[in-house]
């Protein structure tokens, strides 16, 4: 019963197919410049890869061409009738407070899904788009939606309310949901596997393009940095993370237009805005080790930011049983890692130097360590198909 995961983002849509168990994966791929002309559509089918140009670049056709590349693109293609996708998968980026776990979708959850716009302008739309898409392309398969803010709903009033006037947060839905929740909820669930501890006290860095910490107690997410939007917290590729709210309306009153303002903390900060080069990792720590000042602050400013987070998630879950790296910067960067954790054996996390230059999932503190530390690839899909699949027999049972 092949399940197909749809990832609509603000410009692209990401597609993987899982065979019978999820943990089989059989093909994806991504459409690439979606709403703009001519998208480009890279298809993967076992070890061959296909590439095509869409005509029109909408999600709906977007989706008709992920369709078409699923049932005719290799020889043979990775499935003969589109018929048999017995459940499609969907990213859905703010469930609001509304939506604590999976569901499968019907038309109130669609128009749920469309009244939290509002709050996700840059991805409800494009993720609602891909779920009308499929249910009108494939009829037959049910449709469900994992929220990245569902980890969350464990997250008490303390953690996620703000201390501002109580009738924003009635009026305006102002209050902490927190981002990247499918990947800490993949994340907790690898690392209790790991550390062989079946609900551990974690602290979850998913360190990518956009970056979170996620405080994890008895399995359950207590605390995360990310707030009513992903704009909050640590220091990301163009995003700014935290800063003083007065800075606001410092730049307001001195003329800046509230667009220019919203560009600069979500487009134009981050690494890209302190190093002036660049909002990719690499690029930053390249020129950084190679003298640029700009850059090795950047890089600085960003492991200080998690550092913050990371001590102040530690006192949350303590006693703590694992801190884990993920996303692209916190899975491949050793030296990031080394940084982040130096000086802090004395609350118990000491690295082991060869593991962490090691590959793939592990853990890489040393054996004295009294926190295991671990390095966990992120896998949003498989556990978006994993919800789906058990959706849909739950449905047929
Ligand atoms: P996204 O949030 O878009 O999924 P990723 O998780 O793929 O992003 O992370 C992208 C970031 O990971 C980029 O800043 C990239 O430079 C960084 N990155 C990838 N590989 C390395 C590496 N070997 N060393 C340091 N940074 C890396």
Redesign the pocket.
Known sequence: MPVLVINCGSSSIKYKLYGLGVENLLGGGIIEGVGEERPKHLHAAGDREFEAELEVGDYRHGVASIVKALTGWGSPPLMGDPTEIVGVGHRVVHGGDRFSESVVIDRSVIEEVESLGALAPLHNPANLAGIRAARELLPGAVGVAVFDTAFFSTLSPHAYRYAVPERWWRDFGVRRYGFHGISHRYLAQRAARLLETPRPNLVSL??????SACAIRDGKAVDTSMGMTPLEGLVM?TRSGDIDPAVVFHLMEAGLPASEIRRGLQREGG?LGLSGIS?????V?GRARAGDRAAALAVETFVHRVRRYLGAFLVQVAPCDGVIFS???G???H??RQLILSGLETLGLVVDPARNRGEGERRISADTSSVGILVIP?DEESLIARDTARLVNHRRS
Not at 206 to 211: K, S
Not at 279 to 283: A, M, P, T, V
């Open positions: 998913h360190l990518g393009a956009g970056a590729g690494l909002s990719d990792f690499r690029l720590a996303g692209g910067i899975e491949n960067s030296e990031v992120t």
